[in-house]
């Protein structure tokens, strides 16, 4: 059994971007394989940050419906939603890392999920936050 990773917003985002076709080859083997295996944790963030990211800033940019429907798709994964505490310990994991508050935010919801890691390529890969260790799934590309 393999632990829990929590997918950033950019991995879902890259499955319906085709600027770039390899990054997008894997973002789409990873939610195949996270789905199939119930592997990956998203949250209600990332599916607002899809959402606003697919309507506007990408080549062909998805309708509202459209976006919607890739958002139902994703509902399959476990969704963490936000609260209080987790705003809290957000602004203690920006204060301490100095990273955004919405990067922040991401490992507080990864570390309520009890991930052993994040998928992002955001973040610096190799760095742990709070125990959770951040990799990115197209590294190697680059």
Same mark, same amino acid.
């Given at each position: 059994?393999?632990?829990?990773? &929590?997918? %950033?917003?950019?991995?879902?985002?890259?499955?319906?971007? =085709?600027?770039?076709r390899r990054k997008q080859e894997i973002a789409q083997g990873l939610l195949v394989a996270g789905i199939e295996?119930?592997?990956?944790?998203? !949250?209600?963030?990332?599916?607002? /940050? &899809?959402? =606003?990211?697919?309507?506007?800033?990408? =080549?062909?940019?998805? !309708?509202?419906?459209?976006? #919607?429907?890739?958002? !139902?798709? &994703? !509902?399959?994964?476990?969704? #963490? /939603?936000? %609260?209080?505490?987790?705003?809290?310990?957000?602004?203690?994991?920006?204060?301490?890392?100095?990273?955004?508050?919405? %990067?922040?935010?991401?490992?507080?919801?990864?570390?309520?999920?009890?991930?052993?890691?994040?998928?992002? /390529? %955001?973040?610096?890969?190799? #760095?742990?936050?709070?125990?959770?260790?951040? =990799?990115?799934? &197209?590294?190697?590309?680059?």
């Amino acid at each position: 059994m393999h632990d829990k990773a &929590f997918l %950033d917003t950019n991995v879902l985002v890259y499955a319906y971007d =085709n600027r770039d076709r390899r990054k997008q080859e894997i973002a789409q083997g990873l939610l195949v394989a996270g789905i199939e295996r119930e592997r990956y944790v998203i !949250s209600v963030q990332v599916l607002g /940050e &899809f959402f =606003n990211v697919v309507t506007r800033n990408i =080549n062909n940019p998805m !309708s509202p419906a459209e976006a #919607q429907k890739a958002i !139902s798709l &994703f !509902s399959v994964l476990p969704v #963490q /939603e936000i %609260d209080l505490n987790m705003v809290h310990r957000a602004i203690d994991t920006h204060i301490e890392y100095k990273i955004s508050y919405w %990067d922040a935010l991401i490992v507080s919801a990864a570390e309520r999920c009890d991930c052993k890691s994040i998928l992002s /390529e %955001d973040l610096n890969t190799g #760095q742990h936050y709070h125990g959770i260790v951040v =990799n990115n799934p &197209f590294g190697e590309y680059q």
